[in-house]
């Protein structure tokens, strides 16, 4: 018995997408372009699986703030933030955040990731109860694991099945602290946020809202779904991540619950790791900058989401109703997915392709991601080579889709 | 059709009844409803027959 039997059935597979010579699990870029653009090898690659969704990555403040600050303070911290890894600037950022969300607290993490095992690890103790959305993040699972609480899921975006969790635990002693996210990022759907509110107050529970995919994206300010959804006193709890629309590394939590700072000596994601280099710390504070002044860039991702949304839907593909920056075709099956994905690679489009369990319902999806720095061309011929490549699989009609200035008006 | 299968406390339930995670989760959920309780994760974790789930569903209910 060797120490990776266990892994058997995995290993298998990952060989047969290695033995393709397209394993959409090991692509790696040779050079980075632009937001959009990458080599793989001597080959243009146009991006349209990135979260790159203001496209900041080559902001060239942000990139000049990150430089700046390794000159400054160095290239890494060498510790926590609970030893000799807090600088004044990691401060500031915190700051920043809880100004830009009005809230009165804020805490930096080393990635979104980490601030959902950091909240929600220490939010919950051994009483309480952990209520999620089924189809929340591997993060959240795993935050709630981290801890001691007791962790039942509901079925996903259902205010109703939440109501008949929380009645059955209405008796139980203990905090209920429920858990959502803003988009879901496998599908691009969002949260019924109202309704839950409706069913977090008649119960008197906790609201935690994990904002990855939304921030920059949602609200009228951008700060993602429960702005857009004018709930955000009822939200106790913002989680959210620098990795995407701010085009870095890092994760946060914002609040007003008085006692915030406690967490800062009770959270281990927060207390047992480095905190964030000087420069990314840097070019996420000149990134979120960018995001609350610069309005247009958010006016422009959903422009390019609509136009990305409607080519797609025109064609006859499976995609969701709502026209968010993830736009993912369901695929008959893993094996379409696979060469579907690899075809699009092949003629030098790069997507995603999303699995179960990673998927909600078992899903085989192909996943895009729209970004505010893609252009009309960009995103045109995206949608040529989703159309030539649907085709030549058998997975759309042939009917010539009308030109894309026609649907996008026709809306 | 597939052809019916003969349950038993000692069926597995995810090889027994040929279902994957996906599935299995799904499956729970319609038991939780059907018996108006919510099995904890790690409960669910636990779970590998229909008898280990007519235990947990029981404890849940206080039933003994
Ligand atoms: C909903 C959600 N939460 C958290 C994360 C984790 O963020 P990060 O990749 O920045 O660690 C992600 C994405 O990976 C996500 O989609």
């Given at each position: 018995m060797a120490l990776f039997d266990k892994y058997a059935a995995l290993i298998g597979q990952f060989a047969s997408l290695e033995a393709t010579g397209y394993n959409p699990f090991n692509v790696s870029f040779?050079?980075?372009?632009?937001p959009t653009e990458a080599m793989i090898g001597a080959r243009r690659i146009l991006l349209f699986g990135t979260n790159n969704y203001l496209g900041l990555t080559y902001d060239r403040a942000v990139i000049e703030a990150a430089a700046e600050a390794t000159q400054r303070l160095g290239a890494g911290t060498t510790g926590s933030r609970v030893a000799n890894g807090s600088y004044g600037t990691h401060r500031q950022l915190e700051r920043h955040l809880a100004d830009f969300y009005g809230r009165k607290h804020g805490m930096v993490f080393s990635t979104g990731y980490q601030a959902n095992l950091g909240i929600l690890s220490a939010l919950a103790g051994k009483d309480d109860h952990l209520i999620l959305d089924a189809d929340s993040h591997a993060s959240i699972y795993d935050g709630s694991r981290l801890g001691h609480a007791q962790v039942t899921r509901f079925r996903h975006n259902d205010p109703a099945d939440l109501d008949n969790r929380l009645r059955r635990l209405a008796d139980t002693p203990g905090d209920k602290i429920i858990v959502v996210e803003g988009i879901y990022s496998m599908l691009g759907d969002t949260a019924p946020l109202r309704e839950f509110v409706e069913v977090k107050r008649k119960w008197g529970a906790y609201l935690v809202i994990d904002e990855a995919h939304s921030l920059g994206v949602l609200g009228r300010t951008g700060r993602g779904l429960a702005e857009a959804a004018g709930v955000e006193a009822d939200v106790d709890f913002v989680v959210g991540t620098f990795s995407k629309s701010l085009g870095g590394i890092g994760g946060f939590c914002v609040s007003d619950m008085d006692g915030f700072d406690i967490l800062r000596v009770a959270s281990r994601p927060y207390m047992f790791t480095a905190s964030l280099p000087p420069s990314v710390v840097a070019a996420v504070t000149e990134a979120l900058n960018q995001l609350r002044h610069r309005p247009a860039l958010r006016q422009q991702l959903l422009d390019n989401a609509r136009r990305f949304h409607a080519g797609l839907a025109d064609l006859g593909f499976n995609i969701g109703p709502e026209a968010s920056p993830v736009v993912s075709a369901i695929m008959p099956d893993p094996a379409t997915a696979f060469t579907f994905w690899s075809k699009l690679l092949e003629a030098g489009l790069y997507t995603n392709v999303s699995l179960p369990p990673a998927t909600p319902k078992g899903l085989a999806l192909l996943r895009s991601s729209v970004s505010a720095a893609h252009s009309r061309s960009q995103i045109d011929h995206a949608v040529q080579l989703f159309a030539e490549t649907g085709r030549a699989m058998g997975l759309i009609g042939d009917q010539a889709a009308a030109p894309p200035e026609m649907r996008v008006a026709a809306q | 059709m597939p052809s019916p299968i003969e349950l038993s406390e000692d069926t597995n339930i995810t090889e027994g009844l040929g279902l994957d995670s996906v599935a299995v989760m799904d499956f729970v959920m319609e038991i939780e409803d059907a018996l108006d309780i919510s099995i904890p994760l790690d409960r669910i974790a636990e779970v590998k027959t229909i008898g280990d789930l007519i235990a947990t569903a029981h404890d849940l209910k206080g039933v003994a």
């Open positions: 040779d050079t980075v372009l632009s | -």
